[in-house]
T-cell receptor, first 113, second 112 residues
């Protein structure tokens, strides 16, 4: 069964600290993996899209990694800011005739001053 | 601003009623997706249209229907509304070949 699991479910950190969010997936056949940021009550915004051959991708203070062998991805946030408080959602794309997106439930991050 | 426009932003209605949510995709995007997000839940895919044709169907109830018009805007119709239909409804569009989704700000539906 195609599934995306994220951990932790929620996280609280202090401003300026780093954090790492995890995503494990059991999706086949794999096409790509995406990380989205969703502010409360707003639409998700894409942070990164990674294909099978990409191990690391950065977008400012956000760095995503992908290990296609172990089917794991992480999102590392450096020098967190208050505006990083949001839900971070991992999404894996299934390729082939039955193409679709498998959405994780997200990690809720709170950055406190 | 993603370029995807959704109206209305907020809607309050009663059980048993019918509402229509509207979405205008980014200029040039042919694909439109509809998602439902209930309180503290993940996004649930409802349906996708590509250039006016239904492309994929997710967990869309029979009471819900959608269509994409020749000008590429899309409408999601929700009928016989129930309390459990209260949610944020997001529309997203995607440029051809990229697969990247650009989401609108959502329509918040409250059924009383």
């Amino acid at each position: 069964k195609n599934q995306v699991e994220q951990s932790p479910q929620s996280l609280i950190i202090l401003e300026g600290k780093n954090c790492t969010l995890q995503c494990n997936y059991t999706v086949s056949p794999f096409s790509n993996l995406r990380w989205y940021k969703q502010d409360t009550g707003r639409g998700p915004v894409s942070l990164t899209i990674m294909t099978f051959s990409e191990n690391t991708k950065s977008n400012g203070r956000y760095t995503a990694t992908l290990d296609a062998d172990t089917k794991q991805s992480s999102l590392h946030i450096t020098a967190s800011q208050l505006s990083d408080s949001a839900s971070y959602i991992c999404v894996v794309s299934v390729s082939g005739n039955n193409r679709k997106l498998i959405w994780g439930l997200g990690t809720s991050l709170a950055v406190n001053p | 601003d993603s370029g995807v426009t959704q109206t209305p932003k907020h809607l309050i209605t009663a059980t048993g009623q019918r509402v229509t949510l509207r979405c205008s995709p980014r200029s040039g995007d042919l694909s439109v997706y509809w998602y439902q997000q209930s309180l503290d839940q993940g996004l649930q895919f409802l349906i996708q249209y590509y250039n006016g044709e239904e492309r994929a169907k997710g967990n869309i109830l029979e009471r819900f229907s959608a269509q994409q018009f020749p000008d590429l805007h899309s409408e999601l119709n929700l009928s016989s509304l129930e309390l459990g239909d209260s949610a944020l409804y997001f529309c997203a569009s995607s440029p051809l070949g990229s697969g990247e989704l650009f989401f609108g700000e959502g329509s918040r539906l409250t059924v009383l």
